[in-house]
């Protein structure tokens, strides 16, 4: 932890940002730079393939948006109890587009519910308002804990389970925008996508061929803009 | 882990229980114990000061129930986001009675939340269908999370943001029973009462004198029966 928080400001205007490090997360912290008075950035691993790599991303966005404050959140027991090819060292990534009214076998069960469960944990005790997080219904991954149902019950679920003395909401405000539309919104934001990583394979390089690479390949093409970010090789 | 999980069965007469090694928790898996063909175990470590003590009892309970799975989780990053009297090394602990309409300040910020959110990961991954955990409404501590309101929402959560693949449903038989009814239940199920920790202190005997040790002296003194757990000193 890093920078002093005053537990006594006004939290309706203070942010956490759960940041993985990937386009939408870091599109999603530059948002919600603009909305809050103070930012506070959450990192999790979870023994996802790219945890090492994804860590150097939100370091690097940590220098670049000077946090005030930031936290990295270690949930190696995900790795016992989540049944996911992100996580631990098999080889089923799947390389194919996401079947439409499939669930990608790259989907962590619940992973944002434990998410955000925690991020508002830290929220109720430093008395911070408000938790973004990136997730995208539109145009996307197809997981279920990325819709607008979830994300409303999650706002319900906090009104229920905290004592209400610091009103927490959570803010998704990607949920309705296509990929090239993120990719749009973080130029004008002037965001450093050079930093962000959507690669689901732990190398130097985004391979360019998994469904993350692809997605985010598709959207920077579509928005007219190249991808600052190095790859193996581009279709 | 132990025990082989063959997640082909049935999933609907499968049960995770939250088992924190308290009276409360030691009540609900038996119950859940009679309502389930096939019984996990789930018991979280998050600095709370009786860690140990509770990893114990935790022990003990699965030597006696002998579950077909169980899991110990490290929550350590709790310490770091979540201001409770319970977790850390301070001297903060109230010895009074809980006070009607205020939290007490061994109220861990939005606790439940992230032990049912780690429940359903791996209840989804597993295939189970019920999670129990002994949340008490009537005649306890005013946790927001322990609230009937909570585990409804929590319920719609899980809907909202799972495969649906399988159905998972929260469950606290407890939720409307006193402290006195849930000895007798208790006691009815033949729980081993001596191997439960309530103490909010980290020791070799119960203190007697915390607001958790009293609530319980109290249960079992208006069921008519002695606790076997030894205390410091009773009233």
Redesign the interface.
């Known amino acids: 932890?890093t920078g002093n928080i005053d537990v006594n400001n006004s939290a309706t205007d203070r942010s956490i940002v759960l940041l993985s490090g990937g386009m939408d997360s870091l599109v999603t912290a530059a948002i919600a730079r603009t909305e809050s008075s103070k930012l506070y950035f959450l990192h999790a691993k979870y023994r996802q393939r790219t945890e090492k790599r994804e860590l150097q991303s939100f370091k690097d966005l940590i220098a670049h948006y000077q946090p005030d404050g930031y936290?990295t959140?270690?949930l190696?027991?995900?790795e016992?109890?989540?049944?996911s090819s992100l996580i631990g060292e098999n080889d089923s990534i799947i390389y194919e587009a996401n079947i439409p009214g499939q669930?990608p076998d790259t989907?962590?069960?619940?992973?944002?519910?434990?998410l955000l469960?925690?991020a508002?944990?830290?929220a109720?005790?430093?008395k911070v308002g408000k938790i973004y997080i990136g997730a995208v219904e539109e145009d996307s991954s197809g997981y279920?804990?990325c819709?607008e149902?979830?994300i409303?019950?999650?706002n319900?679920?906090?009104?229920?389970?905290?004592?209400?003395v610091c009103p927490i909401e959570v803010r998704a405000p990607l949920l309705h925008l296509s990929k090239k539309e993120i990719v749009l919104k973080g130029m004008e934001l002037s965001v450093p996508f050079q930093y962000s990583w959507s690669c689901y394979y732990n190398n130097e390089q985004a391979c360019g061929r998994c469904s993350s690479c692809r997605l985010r390949l598709k959207a920077f093409k579509e928005a007219g803009i190249d991808d600052p970010l190095p790859y193996l090789e581009r279709e």
Chains 1, 2 share one sequence.
């Open positions: 932890m936290k959140i270690d190696g027991y995900f016992e109890i989540a049944l669930i989907y962590v069960p619940f992973r944002n519910a434990n469960a925690i508002t944990s830290w109720e005790s430093i279920p804990d819709r149902v979830f409303e019950a999650f319900r679920l906090i009104k229920a389970g905290t004592t209400g």
